[in-house]
């Protein structure tokens, strides 16, 4: 029983960063519709062809699909897999690395695709020449954002194997 609630204090952090996350999507969903920030985009290269494509759709995206979506599937794993398998979760401590690891990766991810589209997108139009010494930056930093986000979605997954082929019912670690 103190392992379940041990369980649920954390997994209410997937559901509260879930709720966040749907809720500045939605946000950036309504601003890149308003007329004068969709005409700025489409100029940028939205949704494709230039820098305008970070921030919509890739930034909008993740946020809405990876912070809103998955972390929510991910909660509700964790909470039906103990109900379904009849066994312990393998390790809470692996469920902690999931949200932290999931939740920095796209949340930096959304920054990252945030401020390059918005920095690019005003370079094309009065600086374009210089968007390609900005854009040196942007696969190094985005290679470390999107593997941190990797690395939670692989402990996710080990931690769901292991739980479903454990022998043990014994408390988690
Ligand atoms: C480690 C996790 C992830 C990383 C590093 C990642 C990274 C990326 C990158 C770099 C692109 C852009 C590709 C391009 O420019 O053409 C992309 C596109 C996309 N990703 Fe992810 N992604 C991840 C997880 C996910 C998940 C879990 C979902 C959905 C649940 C998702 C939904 C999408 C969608 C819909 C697009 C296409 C957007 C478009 O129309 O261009 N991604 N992703």
Redesign the pocket.
Known sequence: MASTNILYRHLLKFLVLSALSFFIGTIHGMLQVMPPIRAWLDSIGS?YGGPG?MID??AH??MN??GG??LLAMCVTFYLLPILSGKNIYSVKLVKHTFWWVSI?VYS?YIIQMVFGIWEGILLHSNAQDISTVHRFYGPI?AVS?TT??VG?CTFFANVVLTVTSVSTGEPS
């Open positions: 949704p494509h759709p890739l995206a993740h699909l990876v979506v998955v990766g991810f985005m999107g986000m990797a979605f």
